[in-house]
C-alpha cells in the first residue's frame, strides 16, 4: 500500500507553510513561461512577488475551461513540446477539445496520487483490479492504470466495451478490485446476477467516479456485489483521477492537497467561502510541469471541510458532489454540453434550432434522446425520408459527442418555446 503518511497525515500549519513554498515558486514559473498567465497578472497590476503564501492566493485571477479552449491545443503548456511525454483530452462546449499534457515529472506525480487513493480504498499489491475506465484520451484508463501499477497491483487494461469478457475475466483470474464509473458497475453487477456468477466471483473493492453518484448508489453497489466501494474525483484539466478519494470512513473524499490546493467559492461573487458552505470547487496545482493552473474553476459544487479524519489523514475533505455550475451533462462517462448538440444540429439544413434533450438511465445504462424540430417545408409522414433524416442527425449528434443517441422527430413548431432561459434538458436521473 502507499500510504504517503507525511503528505496526508502533515499538521495543518506545515501543509500551510508547504503550499506557500510551492504556490510562489509556481506563481514564479508561470509567469516566466506562460505568456497568457503573464499578461493577465499584468493586466491587473500583479507581480509574482505579490504572491507570498497562500493568504495570497485570492489575489491571482481565475482559470477557466474557455481559457484551454481558446488557446488550442498546446498554448496554456509551460514546457517545450520536448518535454511532454503524454497528451489527453475531454471535450469542450464547442467540439474543440481541451488538450492536457504532462511531463515525465507529471505522469509520476499523477501516479503518486492515484496510488494514494487506491490505498485508500485498500488496495494493495496482492490484489488483482481490472480497469475498466476508457482508454484513450480520457484520462480514467491510463491515469487509473499507471496507479495501480504503482501499488504493485495486478493491472489488467480491461477499457470499456466488453462487459461480457470484463465478467469472465473477472471470474477466471480471480479479479479482487474493479475502477470504473458507478453507473457501469451496476450494470455489470445485474449482468453478474443474471449469469448466476455471484458467488463465482472474488471482487472485494470498487473505486468509482468520473461522473456524480448518490451515498444510496454507492450502498446499492456495495449490497449488490457485497463488495466495498470507494469514490475517486478528478478531472483531465486538474491531472485526471486521483485528486481526491474517499477512506472506508466515507466521510468526505480527501485531496491530495500537497499537489492541488483546494478552494471553494461563491458562486455569484466568486469570493472564497469558508469550511460546509456550498460553491464552485477551484483549484491551484502546486506541482504540475507541463499544463500548470491557477484557480481553475471546476463548476462542481461541494462544500469542503478540514480536521483530522477517522482514518488519521489530516487532508483538507470535499463533500459528495451537489451539481454543477454551468450545463455540463455527463453521459455514460462523456462529458457533454448541450451547445455541441446545437451546432450539430444546426448544421443540418432540414432542422430548426429547437430541440430538447431528455437523459435517462434504464437498466444503469444512460440513454440520451434528443428530440428535434423539422422544418416545415422538410416534415413529411413518408416513413422512409423520416428514417434517413432520423439516421443523417444521428451522425451528426455522433461526430459532434461521440455517443449515440435516439433521435425523435417532431412536429414544426411543438417544443415549448421559452420567453426566457431556454431549458433544453431534462435528466430524469437521481445523480445528485
Ligand atoms: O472524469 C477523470 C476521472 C476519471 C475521475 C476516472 C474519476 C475516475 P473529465 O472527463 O475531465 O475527467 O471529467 C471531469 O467529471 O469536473 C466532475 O464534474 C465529474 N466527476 C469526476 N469524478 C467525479 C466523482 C474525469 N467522483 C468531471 N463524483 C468533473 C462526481 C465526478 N463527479
Not at 499489491?125 to 484513450?136: K, S
Not at 492537497?257 to 460553491?279: A, C, M, R, Y
Not at 482514518?311 to 448541450?338: E, Q, Y
Amino acid at each position: 500500500m502507499i500510504w504517503n503518511k507525511e503528505m496526508e497525515c502533515m499538521s495543518r500549519d506545515k501543509m500551510t507553510e508547504l503550499q506557500s513554498e510551492r504556490l510562489v515558486k509556481l506563481v514564479n514559473y508561470v509567469y516566466n513561461n506562460v505568456e497568457f498567465y503573464k499578461k493577465k497578472m499584468q493586466a491587473i497590476g500583479l507581480k509574482p512577488s505579490d504572491i507570498k503564501g497562500v493568504e495570497d492566493l485570492y489575489k491571482l485571477p481565475f482559470t477557466t475551461k474557455d481559457d484551454l479552449r481558446d488557446n488550442y491545443p498546446f498554448g496554456l503548456f509551460a514546457v517545450p513540446k520536448s518535454k511532454i511525454v503524454r497528451v489527453h483530452a475531454s471535450s469542450g462546449t464547442t467540439g474543440k477539445a481541451t488538450v492536457v499534457g504532462y511531463t515525465k515529472n507529471d505522469i509520476e506525480a499523477w501516479a503518486e496520487c492515484v496510488a494514494r487513493c487506491f490505498s485508500m480504498a485498500g488496495i494493495s499489491n496482492d490484489d488483482i483490479i481490472q480497469v475498466a475506465y476508457g482508454y484513450g484520451l480520457f484520462t480514467g484508463g491510463l491515469g487509473a492504470h499507471y496507479g495501480a501499477e504503482k501499488i504493485g497491483a495486478m493491472t489488467v487494461p480491461m477499457s470499456t466495451g466488453n462487459s461480457k469478457k470484463l465478467i469472465t475475466m473477472m471470474t477466471d483470474f480471480q479479479a479482487t478490485a474493479i475502477a470504473c464509473t458507478p453507473s457501469y458497475l451496476l450494470h455489470l453487477s445485474e449482468l453478474i446476477k443474471e449469469e448466476d456468477l455471484l458467488s463465482t466471483i472474488k471482487l472485494k473493492t470498487a473505486i468509482c467516479g468520473a461522473e456524480p453518484w448518490t451515498e444510496e448508489m454507492r450502498k446499492q453497489i456495495e449490497s449488490s456485489l457485497n463488495i466495498s466501494a470507494f469514490d475517486i474525483y478528478g478531472l483531465s484539466e486538474v491531472m485526471g483521477p486521483g485528486v481526491a478519494c474517499d477512506c472506508k470512513y466515507h466521510k468526505g473524499l480527501h485531496i491530495c492537497e500537497d499537489h492541488f490546493l483546494p478552494e471553494i467559492v461563491d458562486s455569484k461573487t466568486k469570493q472564497p467561502l469558508g469550511d460546509n458552505q456550498l460553491g464552485e470547487l477551484v483549484f491551484t496545482t502546486l506541482t504540475k510541469e507541463g499544463l500548470p493552473l491557477i484557480r481553475y474553476n471546476t463548476k462542481d459544487l461541494t462544500e469542503m471541510y478540514h480536521g483530522t479524519c477517522d482514518c488519521g489523514r489530516t487532508s483538507v475533505r470535499i463533500g459528495k458532489f451537489k451539481g454543477r455550475a454551468d450545463d455540463m451533462l455527463i453521459i455514460r462517462g462523456v462529458n457533454v454540453f448541450p451547445s455541441q448538440i446545437e451546432a450539430a444540429l444546426v448544421g443540418l439544413e432540414e432542422v430548426s434550432a429547437h430541440y430538447h434533450i431528455i437523459v435517462d438511465r434504464i437498466n444503469n445504462l444512460d440513454t440520451l434522446e434528443i428530440q428535434v424540430e423539422v422544418k416545415e417545408e422538410y416534415f413529411t409522414d413518408e416513413i422512409r425520408s423520416i428514417e434517413t433524416l432520423t439516421k443523417k442527425i444521428a451522425h451528426a449528434v455522433n461526430q459532434a459527442l461521440g455517443l449515440n443517441a435516439k433521435i425523435k422527430l417532431v412536429e414544426p413548431k411543438s417544443l415549448t418555446r421559452f420567453e426566457g432561459k431556454s431549458v433544453h434538458v431534462t435528466d430524469k436521473r437521481k445523480l445528485y
